[in-house]
């Protein structure tokens, strides 16, 4: 743990010592009568580079001047474009590059991963989930499952923290996957829990899951761009992400998918197919007899958006410039600043749910008032997140956060605390 000081003055010294001070100026921060605002929501949506605008602008003069033959034709070819996606975030994921897709969108992709990769066989046929996963995961899950006919009451084992509050323990999920070991056919988690901000041990979880002879899955929206992973080196079979919150890629952004290459030339692996994902070298040749491409792309189904692929290579590009060793060096000291300055206002009126294990997230249970509390923040320009029922969300992103703006939320929220539940305790702000 890093020693710190309680002023700004030492938040001051933090940011003119960080490797990173410069690409804060690379992002568009939302700004109010002039004055750039407080923005912590990167788990919710990303900013978005100045890049973005020219990258796309780029896209639409590639097509007013060549029109279909841009796929082939100029300096960057428009079928080129998810190989310059990949090399960036096989960093990132920890992942080797053919063991990834950029494609679709993150739901879209859970249902064609559950089709490839939930096998039900004699009794091996439940999945373990968490209890408190995104509803998004869950609506994916309970329909395809109806869609095979099958009960999700009776398939799902789920995961259950004691209180909605709570992180889990990973000895609880390992427990899980033991005492189910011989029913089950999936183990599919989110890696960050999207509510209280837990990272999961991923690593523990899918040795687990391999000894229990069942496949194991994660939904990464929330730890992508934003924890240190290591798929391939895991050992997971499968993981689906979204683009719009870490990574920066702008709202409804091209998803993408992690398969294990031990996977790809399984033959006996079931997928749902589409010509995007035919081998390349005879793509255009037109055959009915679908013959995939022999690695992760060949679960892609339909012509990308170019436009989006564009957008997430254009906060790639700054992922690279900045070095992502980097980028988590700046992420665990800014997330120990917060925690302390977080400690330093107790626990009277809130606790904070998130454990030791963790992200940029921060997910603070008010235990009264917290929509006042959330509201005024609100106003003195900090841009959090609200969750029902009084828990207020934020996350300080390396790449455009500073110290400084944490030690103004400290601040602010201190005086806040002491204007909404009117102590008698002086405070220092």
């Avoid at 788990?43 to 001047?65: E, F, M, R, V, Y």
């Avoid at 053919?98 to 999945?127: D, W």
């Avoid at 909605?164 to 070991?181: F, G, K, P, Q, Y």
């Avoid at 080196?233 to 992690?258: H, Q, R």
Wanted: glycine share 6%; net charge negative.
């Amino acid at each position: 743990m890093n020693r710190f000081e309680f002023n700004e003055a030492f938040a001051v010294s933090l940011d003119a010592a960080d490797p990173l001070q410069g690409f804060r100026k690379q992002f568009l921060v939302p700004e109010k009568n002039g004055k750039q605002r407080m923005y912590f929501l990167g788990n919710s949506l990303g900013l978005q580079p100045k890049s973005t605008a020219t990258a796309i602008n780029t896209i639409l003069q590639h097509w007013a001047d060549e029109g279909v033959e841009s796929f082939f034709a100029g300096e960057s070819p428009w079928l080129d474009l998810h190989n310059a996606l990949l090399e960036p975030l096989s960093v990132i994921a920890g992942a080797k590059p053919s063991e990834l897709s950029v494609m679709n969108q993150l739901t879209v992709n859970i249902h064609l991963m559950l089709v490839s990769f939930y096998r039900p066989i004699g009794k091996r046929k439940k999945i373990l989930v968490e209890s408190k996963a995104f509803p998004s995961d869950q609506y994916a899950i309970h329909s395809f499952l109806q869609h095979l006919g099958l009960d999700p009451l009776e398939i799902l084992v789920e995961v259950n923290a004691g209180s909605e509050n709570l992180a889990m323990r990973n000895e609880d999920i390992v427990h899980a996957i033991e005492s189910h070991a011989d029913e089950l056919a999936l183990v599919f988690l989110g890696g960050i829990n999207y509510y209280t901000g837990q990272l999961l041990d991923m690593e523990q979880i899918s040795k687990a899951s391999r000894d229990a002879g069942a496949m194991v899955g994660f939904d990464l929206a929330h730890a992508m761009g934003n924890v240190k992973l290591s798929l391939h080196e895991w050992e997971i079979d499968f993981a689906c992400w979204c683009s719009y919150k870490y990574l920066n890629g702008g709202p409804g952004a091209v998803a993408a998918v992690f398969v294990h290459e031990r996977h790809h030339a399984d033959k006996t692996l079931k997928r749902l197919t589409g010509w995007w994902g035919y081998d390349k070298a005879e793509r255009f040749a037109m055959k009915n007899r679908f013959v995939p491409e022999p690695d992760a792309t060949g679960w892609q189904l339909s012509t990308p958006s170019i436009l989006l692929y564009a957008c997430l290579k254009s906060s790639l590009d700054i992922f690279t410039q900045a070095g992502w060793t980097t980028i988590l060096a700046k992420q665990e000291k800014m997330m120990d600043w917060l925690s302390s300055l977080i400690n330093d206002l107790g626990s009277e009126h809130f606790e904070c749910l998130t454990p030791d294990a963790r992200g940029c997230q921060v997910s603070l249970l008010f235990k009264e008032k917290g929509r006042e509390v959330y509201d005024l923040l609100f106003e003195k320009g900090f841009m959090v997140d609200w969750r029902e029922p009084n828990v207020i969300r934020l996350a300080p992103v390396p790449l455009y956060n500073t110290f400084t703006e944490v030690w103004h939320f400290y601040s602010a929220l201190k005086a806040i605390i002491f204007e909404v539940y009117a102590t008698d305790k002086p405070i220092q702000a």
